[in-house]
Every structure is written in structure tokens, then in C-alpha cells.
């Protein structure tokens, strides 16, 4: 009996520890696309947990000089809905541009879409 509840209580440890070590790595993988049909900006937000997919909030950004250089300009958001889709309407324009879903901390991790290049 006493071996019963020794081996009941390593696996209880065991449990905490991988739980602690999954919550230490900054939350949910988080994947976004984007895509651009005329002027039209849309994509997708892709996640294992819905909560990092339903209602998250994606930055369209036009690229000026090296892409996360600081000087990028934010032209557009959206809310992803229930299946991640998101689009920012016709609010495209020469250049490059890409697609950002920030962190929720704690909770699920960021993402930046590829970069897209358009010749209107």
C-alpha cells in the first residue's frame, strides 16, 4: 500500500512539473497568413487553442526600409473570427506589407505573416 501511494504521488510531481514547463514557454503557438486579392488584405490566425484564434487582434503593417527596423508603419487591424479569418478591406497600397498577430502574455505566442510584395 505504502508503494501505491509513493508511485501516486511521483506522478502527481510529474504532472505539475510538465504542466509548469508548458506554461513556461510563453504560452500557445500562434501561426498567421496573408494574402492580397487586389487592394484587399486577408489571412488567417491558426492556433491549438481557440482562444488564440477567436477575436485575436491582427496589425497590417507596410514595410519601409528592414522589416522590423522600427520605422514600419501599422495601416490596419482586424479581429480574427471564430475560424481566424481576418481582413483589412481595400486598405492596400504599393509596397511591402505583412501581418502581425502580437502575444498574449501568458497565453498564446506572436506571429508575423510573410512578407508581400505589391505593384498596383
Not at 6 to 25: D, K, Q, R, Y
Not at 38 to 61: A, H, I, M, T
Not at 85 to 109: E, F, L, M, Q, V
Request: charged letters at 30%.
Amino acid at each position: 500500500m505504502k508503494l501505491f501511494f509513493a508511485v501516486l504521488a511521483i506522478a502527481a510531481c510529474a504532472v505539475v512539473a510538465l504542466t509548469s514547463l508548458a506554461s513556461a514557454g510563453g504560452g500557445a503557438d500562434t501561426r498567421v497568413t496573408i494574402h492580397v486579392e487586389g487592394r484587399d488584405y486577408f489571412g488567417k490566425v491558426k492556433s491549438p487553442r481557440q482562444r488564440c484564434v477567436n477575436e485575436r487582434k491582427v496589425k497590417l503593417y507596410k514595410q519601409k526600409g528592414e522589416r522590423g527596423g522600427g520605422d514600419d508603419i501599422k495601416i490596419a487591424s482586424d479581429l480574427a473570427d471564430e475560424d481566424g479569418d481576418w481582413s483589412t478591406g481595400n486598405t492596400g497600397s504599393r509596397g511591402k506589407h505583412y501581418a502581425r498577430a502580437p502575444k498574449i502574455p501568458d497565453k498564446c505566442k506572436g506571429d508575423s505573416s510573410k512578407t508581400l510584395r505589391t505593384e498596383f
